[in-house]
C-alpha cells in the first residue's frame, strides 16, 4: 500500500477509513474507531455533520470555484458578515485563504502594511505553520525547522510560561516571562521595529497550555503601549474548541488580527484573518491574495458550520463534554498518579501529561499508552508538546457522554496495561 505516496508525513496510525460520522471513522475493513483527534482539530462539528454536506451538496451544484478577483459570489458578504456577529469586538471585516499557515502569514503581511514595521514577535513552543515565514514563527519541535535554514529573518521567540516544565508557579512564571519580554524589546530588538505580538491563547502544538489570564492581560498591556499589534492566532482554539467559540472571549479580549482555520468549515479547506475596517483599509489592494481563497464550496461549508455550532445547546453540550471528560481525566490521575502528573486545558482542548517513575516526561509510555488504545481499545489519540509524552484529547465538539466515559475507561485500562 502506498507506493506512490511521499514518507514525509508522519503517520499517527495505519488506518485506511472510508466513512465517518460523529465522533467515529469507519475502516475500509469496517471497523469503527472512535476520532479523538478531529483530524487535529477540525471537525469540531463531528465527522460529516449533515447540515455541511447539505450545505456543500448544494452548493456544488451552483457554483464550485467563483474566484475573487473576477467576481463575487453570494455566500462571501454572508458569510463575513456573519463572522463580523460572532468574533470579538472590533473585528468587522475578512480575509480568506485556505490553511492555517497562510491565514498566520496573512496575519504577518497585513501588519507590515498597516504599521510599516519590519519584525514580530512569538512565543516559545508556537506552532503558526510550515511555509518558511511560519516556520520561522513556529518553535514547538525543532523537527519542523531542521534541515530547512536558512528561515526568514525579524522573529523573535519570547518565553511562554509552561510550568509543568519549568516546575514555576503560575504566578512566578508569568512575571519571569513578562520580564523577559519586556527585555528582549530593549536587547534584541526595540518597539520601533515590531509591528505585531502572535500567540496561542492555548499554545497547541507546542503542549495544550492555557495562557495565564495575567500573561495574557500582560502581553496586550504592553502591545497598547509600544503600539504593536496584538495577533491572536486561533487556528485550533477558535469554533468552539475551548467552550468558548473564540478563546480570546475566556480574557475578555479582542485582539487587532485574529486568526481562524480548522474548525471555520468542518473541514473544507478555508482560514481567513479578521480586523478592524480600519486596519484593513491600511492593506493595499492588489497587495494579497490567492487563487482559491474564499472558494464558494468552502464558504457554504463555513456558514452551514457556524449555524450548527451558534445553534441552541451545541457550545453547552461541549463544555459539558469537557467538564465531564477532564473530571475523567482527573480520575485517571487519581488511580496512577505515578504516571498521569497532570491533566490540563479548556473545553474540549485537554491534555494529559506521562512521566516515568522519576516525573521525567516519558515519551515511550505515552507511545505505548496511543498504541493501546488504537489496538485494543479503537481508539485515536495523539501526542503534543516538545519531548512527545503530552497526550492531548481533542474529539469533535459533538462526542456523547457514552464515548466521553468509553474514552475515559479505555485510557485507564491503557495506563494500567503499559504499567
Ligand atoms: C495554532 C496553529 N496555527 C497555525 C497552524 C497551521 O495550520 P495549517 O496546518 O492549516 O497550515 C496550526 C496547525 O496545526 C495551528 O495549530
Known amino acids: 500500500m502506498d507506493q506512490h505516496l511521499a514518507d514525509v508525513w508522519f503517520q499517527l496510525s495505519g488506518l485506511e477509513v472510508s466513512y465517518g ?27 460529516c455533520h449533515p447540515d455541511v454536506v447539505a450545505a456543500i451538496r448544494e452548493q456544488a451544484g ?11 459570489h453570494d455566500q462571501l458578504e454572508p458569510l463575513a458578515a456573519k463572522l463580523a456577529e460572532i468574533t470579538p469586538d472590533g ?5 480568506f485563504s485556505n490553511s492555517g499557515a497562510e491565514a498566520t502569514e496573512a496575519a504577518v503581511k497585513l501588519a507590515k502594511q498597516a504599521t510599516g ?34 528561515l526568514p529573518s525579524g522573529i523573535f521567540v519570547a518565553p511562554f510560561p509552561y510550568t509543568f516544565v519549568t516546575g514555576e508557579t503560575e504566578e512566578d512564571a508569568v512575571a519571569r516571562c513578562l520580564k523577559e519580554f519586556d527585555l528582549l524589546l530593549k536587547t534584541q530588538t526595540s518597539p520601533s521595529e515590531v509591528g505585531w505580538v502572535m500567540l496561542e ?9 492555557p495562557a495565564p489570564p495575567a500573561f495574557v492581560a500582560g502581553i496586550v498591556e504592553r502591545c497598547r503601549e509600544h503600539g504593536i499589534l496584538f ?25 487587532d488580527i485574529l486568526v481562524m482555520a480548522k474548525g471555520i468549515a468542518s473541514g473544507f479547506p478555508m482560514s481567513a484573518i479578521g480586523a478592524s475596517a480600519e486596519l484593513m483599509d491600511r492593506w493595499p489592494t492588489g497587495s494579497h491574495g490567492g487563487t482559491y481563497g474564499g472558494n464558494p464550496m468552502a464558504c457554504a461549508a463555513a456558514l452551514a458550520t457556524i449555524d450548527v455550532m451558534t445553534g441552541r445547546g451545541f ?11 477532564l473530571a475523567g481525566l482527573e480520575r485517571v490521575r487519581g488511580s496512577h498518579p505515578d504516571a498521569v502528573a497532570e491533566n490540563r486545558g ?13 516525573g521525567r516526561p516519558d515519551a515511550a509510555r505515552a507511545g505505548a499508552i496511543l498504541a493501546h488504545l488504537l489496538e485494543e481499545e479503537r481508539i485515536l489519540a495523539m501526542t503534543c508538546g516538545p519531548f512527545g509524552s503530552t497526550v492531548r484529547w481533542i474529539p469533535p465538539l459533538v462526542i456523547t457522554e457514552r464515548q466521553v466515559d468509553g474514552a475515559i475507561q479505555a485510557f485507564n485500562n491503557a495506563v494500567a496495561a503499559t504499567a
Not at 451552483?62 to 463575487?72: E, L, T, W
Open 21 to 47: 460520522e460523529g465522533a467515529v471513522v469507519t475502516t475500509t475493513d469496517g471497523v469503527d474507531h472512535l476520532d479523538l483527534t478531529s483530524g487535529i482539530g477540525v471537525v469540531n462539528t463531528g465527522h
Open 62 to 72: 451552483r457554483f464550485i470555484h467563483a474566484q475573487v478577483n473576477c467576481y463575487r
Open 91 to 95: 473585528i468587522e471585516r475578512f480575509f
Open 117 to 150: 514595521k519590519p519584525a514580530g514577535i512569538v512565543f516559545q513552543g508556537s506552532f503558526h505553520g510550515r511555509t518558511h515565514l511560519t516556520m520561522a514563527m513556529t518553535t514547538s519541535k525543532s523537527v519542523y525547522r531542521v534541515g530547512h535554514s536558512p
Open 201 to 209: 491563547p492555548v499554545l497547541g502544538e507546542g503542549g495544550y497550555v
Open 231 to 255: 495577533v491572536a492566532d486561533e487556528v485550533q482554539t477558535g469554533f468552539g474548541r475551548t467552550g468558548e467559540l473564540f478563546a480570546c472571549q475566556h480574557h475578555g479580549l479582542a485582539p
Open 315 to 325: 457550545l453547552e453540550h461541549a463544555r459539558q463534554m469537557g467538564d465531564r471528560f
Open 346 to 358: 479548556l473545553g474540549l482542548m485537554l491534555a494529559s501529561e506521562i512521566v516515568d517513575a522519576d
